[in-house]
């Protein structure tokens, strides 16, 4: 069997490139993010679906019940999928977090918040792996950061270490992940966040610059002896 894990469709939040963490906010789709769905119809086996994931966000579940056409209490909600939690950060620029990331490291918890960066991709992979405990095939909507991480171990390098800012997700474009595959990914992924949790209580690492790469990148990682400007950044 099979697990498709694709991030929802575009909001005006995510547009603009404005962090939230908070399920409670009903954040839906724009209308260009409803009509990329059509991308979905065209590259998942809607007809053989026997399980459809998602977050506890509006976005998530709205871009699952538009893919599958029926109602969204057919859903599996698994909290673990929830995108991260950006303590004071929530609502604003996501400029201003990657710029605490930046000085902070992934480690370490914003204010306000419940999770660092790393323990929230933690989270997000133990709830893809769940999935399995689900007949197949499955579709799994999820959200930038997850896909990202997945994106990236999917193309990573040999001994390629995981960076602090990953390109930024499409939308609406599934990873194919067979599952006899599946947990060997999240396997190597928890590795790699156990190496960071080592390594960063003595050093985590240079400071990264971020750029936009094609208008598609939120952020890349390139070693630098100072911390990113603003020119930068990229912006929403």
């Not at 209308?31 to 065209?42: K, N």
């Not at 599996?76 to 950060?89: A, S, T």
């Not at 194919?176 to 999240?186: H, R, T």
Request: hydrophobic share 40%.
């Amino acid at each position: 069997m099979t697990t498709y894990v694709l991030r929802h469709g575009q909001t005006n939040y995510s547009r603009r490139y404005l962090v939230n963490g908070d399920p409670s906010k009903p954040i839906q789709l724009t209308e260009e993010g409803r009509q990329s769905l059509s991308r979905g119809w065209s590259t998942l086996p809607l007809h053989t679906v026997r399980t459809w994931l998602t977050s506890e966000f509006p976005r998530a579940q709205q871009t699952a019940s538009l893919l599958m056409g029926v109602p969204a209490a057919a859903l599996v909600i698994d909290p673990h999928l929830n995108e991260l939690d950006y303590g004071v950060f929530e609502g604003g620029p996501f400029l201003e977090y990657a710029v605490w990331l930046d000085g902070h490291g992934a480690t370490k918890r914003p204010e306000g918040g419940t999770e660092s960066q790393r323990e929230g991709i933690r989270r997000m992979l133990k709830g893809v792996l769940s999935a399995l405990e689900h007949p197949g095939p499955r579709v799994l909507v999820g959200h930038g950061l997850l896909i990202s991480v997945l994106l990236w171990h999917k193309g990573r390098c040999p001994d390629e270490a995981m960076p602090l800012f990953f390109p930024e997700a499409p939308y609406v474009e599934p990873i194919v992940i067979p599952d006899a595959e599946l947990p060997v990914w999240i396997t190597a992924l928890l590795s790699d966040l156990d190496r960071d949790a080592r390594q960063e209580a003595d050093d985590h690492g240079g400071a990264a610059i971020l750029r936009i790469y094609g208008g598609s990148a939120v952020a890349t990682v390139e070693s630098a002896s100072h911390s990113p400007d603003l020119k930068d950044l990229p912006h929403a």
